[in-house]
């Protein structure tokens, strides 16, 4: 019965491949894994591991039903795949779940991702002090995405490359990554793609699982798994069945090995991000494309030249869109820049506005309390006050003109046509004159009577 759940599921497979293989053609992981590229061992790296390994070894008598896996039958035609599950798919492995590898051997992709975006670039130019235009940080921004890519494809000293991802996956996979750096507007450049089931399993076998397993080659015996040997992708499909694969991928289970052969716990990382049907895409995938043992994969070289029955590599272009530097008004960036000068200009207009209302009111008010001036000078005594005329009428409409001036050695007055002049001839002595206003002169009568 399990046989035929086994072989029901591959015959969906196999259906929903033959329906979605128009869309991205799929081709056979080829050559020696990534580590025996770098000649490195599985314990002197940090490349394909996820710090999870299987559980131990069970005592006698304990059984390992715990570990199956029931597989889901109603396997989609499409896969829609995000830029986060692309990312986890291909990048996860190395780089880990937040992009920050573990230095110094596998280096963060965070700031690598920061300088592809403008907004950034500008804020780190202005923390050190410098001034950059929007179209010169625009185009530092272009060439940090440029050689982000082109790392993508075509890998570095100790990064393998990538190029079975197509333009609209590495897309994909940058937006993701400036989500996961923080760069301002991330959320809304994220991308998707429809992709087969099959494809997903080509995914993470030439991403992760190619990282530690030659494509094809004997498989060792349990003496040389003990020394550090991993098995060829080639021979997994015959070594377990679904079921097993699934729950080693996911759960972990032990191996045989060493000399005399005893179950152990194996090296190999659980990769519990991902699902059972993702881990039996894998399956799937090396099913339909056998591995291909092929020649040593250099970085940035293209995989060897395939038959016509497993179709061609899809090649990877960079598709690179330059940042358009838009006219203000229409771009955010520019619109951020300009709005501080658009509030200065504000404050000073409004400032202007009120200076100027402030010192048309004063002459206003000014001019409203301007009247007569009486001045009066004696020996020993100075009086000035400024008074309006009794009359009521005002000043401006008719010319003020001198009364009369009388000038000596102690008395000098100005008065306007409405005043009156009063002489205190009980000072003859003193030659005393004083010139009031006919209100004043009132107010000093009426101040004398009460006292």
């Keep these: 019965m399990k046989s035929l759940a086994v072989v029901f599921i ?7 491949q033959a329906v979605g293989a128009k869309d991205i053609p799929v081709t056979v992981v080829a050559g020696q894994s990534w580590l025996n590229h770098l000649h490195r061992t599985l314990d002197e790296t940090s490349m394909g591991k996820t710090d999870r390994l299987g559980p131990a070894v069970p005592g006698t008598g304990e059984a390992l039903s715990g570990w199956q896996r029931r597989l889901s039958a109603d396997v989609p035609q499409k896969v829609t795949l995000q830029g986060s599950d692309l ?17 110094p051997e596998i280096n963060s992709v965070i700031n690598p991702t920061r300088a592809t975006s403008v907004a950034v670039t500008m804020e780190r130019m202005k923390k050190l002090g410098m001034t950059i235009s929007l179209a010169n940080a625009a185009e530092l921004a272009n060439q940090s995405r440029s050689a982000l890519l082109q790392r993508m494809h075509n890998g570095g000293a100790d990064m393998p490359p990538f190029p079975h991802l197509n333009a609209a996956e590495a897309r994909a996979i940058v937006a993701y990554l400036n989500q996961l750096a923080s760069v301002p507007g991330a959320q809304r450049e994220q991308a998707a793609v429809e992709e087969s089931p099959v494809r997903v399993g080509e995914h993470i076998v030439k991403s992760t699982c190619h990282i530690c397993h030659n494509a094809a080659g004997a498989n060792p015996n349990p003496d040389q798994l003990s020394n550090g040997a991993i098995p060829p992708l ?10 097993e694969f699934v729950r080693k991928v996911r759960s972990g289970a032990p191996i045989t090995m060493g000399t005399p052969p005893l179950p152990g716990r194996g090296r190999m990382p659980v990769f519990y991000y991902l699902s059972e049907n993702e881990a039996a895409d894998v399956y799937l995938y090396l ?6 043992a092929g020649a040593v994969l250099d970085p940035g070289m293209p995989p060897p030249p395939l038959d016509q029955a497993t179709g061609n590599e899809t090649p990877f272009v960079l598709d690179i ?6 006219p203000p008004g229409k771009g955010t960036e520019i619109r951020i820049v300009a709005l501080p000068f658009v509030v200065e200009l504000f404050v000073t207009l409004l400032l202007t506005g009120g200076l100027v209302f402030t010192l048309l009111e004063f002459r206003r008010l000014t001019a409203k309390s301007e009247g007569p001036t009486v001045l009066v000078i004696g020996s020993g005594n100075l009086a000035l006050d400024v008074t309006h005329s009794a009359s009521g ?3 401006d409409q008719r010319a003020p003109r001198l009364n009369k001036l009388a ?18 001839s009980q000072f003859p002595d003193t030659d005393y004159c004083s010139y009031e206003s006919t209100w004043l002169a009132r107010q000093l009568e009426s101040e004398d009577r009460v006292a």
């Design 393 to 395: 009428e005002g000043h």
């Design 234 to 243: 080639s021979t997994l499909t015959a070594r377990t069945t679904l079921q």
């Design 10 to 16: 591959l015959t969906t497979l196999l259906l929903s």
């Design 287 to 292: 099913t339909l494309y056998p591995p291909y």
């Design 321 to 326: 869109e330059p940042t358009k530097v838009l």
């Design 407 to 424: 000038l000596s050695d102690t008395v000098a007055a100005v008065v306007s046509t409405d005043d009156q002049v009063t002489s205190h």
């Design 87 to 103: 990312y986890r798919l291909n990048c996860r492995a190395c780089h880990g779940e937040w992009g920050l590898g573990t230095p």
